[in-house]
């Protein structure tokens, strides 16, 4: 049940739109929840499935964000029943799927069903031809240009069109944080990437290895020196450098702090100068995802995150 709560809180903090006039307590997007592993359940596959819905059910019961639950409003346990779709991960189930595609439908139908300029269309098309992760606004603007999008940049309908774009899930633009406003970021590949260098230094044990320290305390004890980062940074932007993706540290650190990944903390804190070397460290942040087991107490002297985590919604075209 903690990971239904993590990852509809993810979806409701990065958009949120009311459902419509007719449908003003439900929430954009929808969602349509998928049980995976129902092979693993064997005979009680039934029974499990039931206590499964209940659970959820009473968990989810009075959240805002169970408002972008598809059916919800018939309340939540019959909602579940109607849209819960459980697949097995051994056997290909045609029923199941076909019941899938048949929710994907009808819960979108309302959604996609909205007039929206042709050109856009086109834009969409080549955004998804882009080899660069991330552009800037003046970029995008250009693509929109050679489609035939007609408004003049930074006009309410040039920033109505981006918008358009983020909700859909085709690019991301934090449009309120200064360092990232003027930027767009069009690949969840590049992304994702960035962030295992930034969070995790996944491409780290193939680096010399010259900061070990560092290396250990992140991966052991959640601890990011903003000095590691920085050699992180590093290498992702040498990585990148043909395509011209670079990212300065201070959009990497806002960038991370949208999502809630990251937390500032001061590098006088008591913890710190009794467990972690950080000699020098002008910025020092904790990853919460990443502290060890009984140590939530130190998010108590973090600068608070947003609280609710974003996460990007994507989607991974076909081609």
Known sequence: SQNIHFWMKMVHSVCHEPGGDSDKSSLLPVILPVATHLDLLG?????????????????????????????????????????????????????????????VVEVSSP?????????????????????????????????????????VINSEEFVGALKH???????????????????????????????????????????????????????????????????????????ESILGCAMEQNQAVDLLKEFGFVAQISPKTNFLSSEVQIADEKEVYIVPSLLPEGAPSLMQTAEKPDCSTRVVHFYFPDH
């Open 43 to 103: 005979d009680a596959a039934e029974e499990t499935k039931e206590q499964i819905i209940q659970t959820v059910a009473k968990e989810l019961e009075g959240k805002l964000y169970a408002q972008h639950l598809a059916g919800h409003k018939e309340g939540l346990m019959n909602a579940l029943r109607k849209y819960c779709i459980f697949l097995s991960n051994k056997d290909r189930d045609p029923v199941a799927i076909g019941q899938l595609q048949d929710a």
């Open 111 to 151: 959604v996609l069903s909205k007039e929206h300029p042709l050109v856009y269309l086109k834009i969409e098309s080549a955004l998804l031809n882009i080899k660069k992760g991330v552009i800037t606004t003046k970029e995008f603007h250009s693509i929109a240009c050679s489609c035939g999008f007609l408004s």
């Open 165 to 239: 774009f983020h909700d859909r899930g085709v690019v991301l633009h934090l449009a309120s944080t200064d360092s990232l406003k003027e930027l767009v970021i069009v690949s969840p590949h590049w992304l994702a990437k960035f962030l295992s260098y930034a969070l995790i230094a996944q491409p780290y044990e193939h680096t010399g290895r010259r900061h070990d320290h560092a290396f250990e305390i992140l991966t052991q004890r959640g601890i990011l020196l903003g000095s590691f980062l920085t050699y992180m940074l590093g290498l992702f932007n040498k990585s």
